[in-house]
């Protein structure tokens, strides 16, 4: 209902190998998901050490570690195939539509940069707002109470990062600051911001 009613579901290999009892299906994966994602496993492969398996569409290329699926299409289509590997040639990321949404089955343990060029792809093609986050910065959005976009955000990493505000204005719910620009945040450090238009 939430792919038909305009949804997008993204799922990763391996999804449905048990059921809620702890048991593996006599069926073909994605288990019960098979016909909603429109693909069947069909066979794997496991990648040793850190070895990349390449992948590549028209959109977006990327690299599976590990863990990576042979895919057989049924009523999805391709977003990228294998252009290395055992399954060279075959897909590797498929979407199928489903009503007002669609849903998409990864075959493989991506990369963070891979699923970075993924996410990226569908959010620009669901015209989300993105925001561009250093590396070791977290940002959790909440619910505001406000006109503004409220969020959290936790710097992991012990040196100051920055977050682009795009113009906008900012304040900060901890220390009561705010102001225009970019927002700086301390080494481990917490703010609860609030982006206002």
């Known amino acids: ?46 990648v040793v050490g850190d070895g990349e398996i390449p992948l590549e569409g028209p959109s977006f290329k990327g690299e599976f570690r590990g863990w990576y699926e042979e895919l057989e299409l049924d009523g999805a289509q391709a977003l990228a195939s294998y252009s290395g590997g055992v399954f060279a040639g075959s897909p590797a990321v498929a979407e ?52 503004g976009e409220l969020m959290v955000l936790l710097n992991h990493s012990d040196r100051e990062q920055r977050l682009a505000s795009k113009g906008r204005r900012w304040h900060d719910h901890l220390t009561g600051a705010g102001g225009g620009g970019a927002f700086a945040i301390g080494p481990y450090g917490v703010a609860v911001l609030e982006v206002v238009q």
């Open 1 to 46: 209902a939430y792919v038909d009613g305009g949804g997008t579901l993204v799922l990763a290999p391996r999804t449905s190998v048990k059921d809620r009892f702890n048991v593996t299906p006599e069926r073909a994966l994605p288990a019960w998901l098979d016909g909603l994602c429109g693909v069947r496993v069909l066979d794997y492969q496991s």
């Open 96 to 147: 199928r539509r489903v009503g007002e949404g669609r849903a998409l089955y990864v075959g493989g343990a991506a990369t963070l940069p891979t699923l970075e060029r993924l996410y990226r792809l569908l959010g620009g093609q669901l015209e989300l707002s993105m925001l561009e986050v250093p590396q070791g910065l977290e940002v959790v959005p909440l619910e505001g109470t406000g006109d």
